[in-house]
């Protein structure tokens, strides 16, 4: 006798994308920023984070979005994208408010380590890619779970293209794959905390 077995889904893991309005605006205007950032001997300035991180490539000051305005203006319009999600899927956060924003620019072989970003929410802007594609990768490490011969139930491959801007819970697991060109890949990054609304009753359906 063969018994009927129900299958139902518990949980559901998203990453959203959009196309960045003005794009080639905005690639000249972080490419000017990586220009100076690259000849600090010459311009005597640099925001350079030399800490030893997941992300092995170069990258800006964490609070690059105060120092520069391109970047706050480009987290202006990632974060009211977000908020449009967030009207439209009905989420509990009404409001997002940026903690970090920094550039990262990946030369030959520089690439990623799996690292998570432990805020509500990250994105990542894809400034210039065209030659030096990226893979992005998103990890679950469950260890221990059934899966189908020849899946790869614990990794998912994502693969933006230049002006796109990718967005997802910041807790959830990534990496980069190496940037194999000599073409340099950069990417601004943020992560961005929830601002609940106060004195929100969740059972009489108003905030």
Same mark, same amino acid.
């Given at each position: 006798?063969?018994?009927k077995v129900d299958k139902h889904v518990?949980?559901?893991?998203?990453?959203?994308?959009?196309?960045?309005?003005?794009?080639?605006?905005?690639?000249?205007?972080?490419?000017?920023?990586?220009?100076?950032?690259?000849?600090?001997?010459?311009?005597?300035?640099?925001?350079?984070?030399l800490q030893d991180r997941p992300v092995?490539?170069?990258?800006?000051?964490?609070?690059?979005?105060? $120092?520069?305005?391109?970047?706050?203006?480009? +987290? *202006?319009i990632i974060s009211s994208t977000i908020?449009?999600? !967030?009207?439209?899927? &009905?989420?509990?956060?009404?409001?997002?408010?940026?903690?970090?924003?920094?550039?990262?620019?990946?030369?030959?072989?520089?690439?990623?380590?799996?690292?998570?970003?432990?805020?509500?929410?990250?994105?990542?802007?894809?400034?210039?890619?065209?030659?030096?594609?990226?893979?992005?990768?998103?990890?679950?490490?469950?260890?221990?779970?059934? $899966?189908?011969?020849?899946?790869?139930?614990? +990794? *998912?491959?994502?693969?933006?293209?230049?002006?796109?801007? !990718?967005?997802?819970? &910041?807790?959830?697991?990534?990496?980069?794959?190496?940037?194999?060109?000599?073409?340099?890949?950069?990417?601004?990054?943020?992560?961005?905390?929830?601002?609940?609304?106060?004195?929100?009753?969740?059972?009489?359906?108003?905030?």
């Open positions: 006798m063969e018994i518990i949980f559901t893991d998203y990453v959203w994308s959009f196309m960045m309005p003005d794009h080639e605006h905005w690639k000249k205007e972080i490419e000017n920023i990586i220009t100076v950032e690259k000849n600090k001997s010459i311009h005597n300035f640099s925001t350079e984070n092995r490539a170069h990258k800006t000051a964490w609070d690059s979005f105060a $120092r520069y305005p391109a970047v706050f203006n480009i +987290l *202006k908020q449009q999600s !967030i009207r439209q899927d &009905g989420w509990e956060a009404p409001t997002l408010n940026p903690v970090d924003g920094w550039i990262n620019w990946f030369e030959k072989n520089q690439f990623a380590h799996e690292h998570d970003h432990n805020c509500l929410l990250s994105a990542v802007y894809y400034v210039s890619s065209e030659h030096s594609p990226s893979k992005f990768f998103f990890h679950r490490n469950d260890r221990f779970r059934l $899966r189908k011969e020849n899946e790869e139930a614990n +990794l *998912k491959l994502v693969e933006p293209k230049e002006g796109s801007v !990718i967005f997802f819970t &910041g807790c959830q697991s990534h990496s980069v794959s190496a940037n194999t060109s000599d073409k340099t890949r950069i990417t601004l990054a943020a992560n961005f905390v929830g601002e609940y609304v106060k004195n929100w009753n969740p059972y009489d359906g108003r905030k």
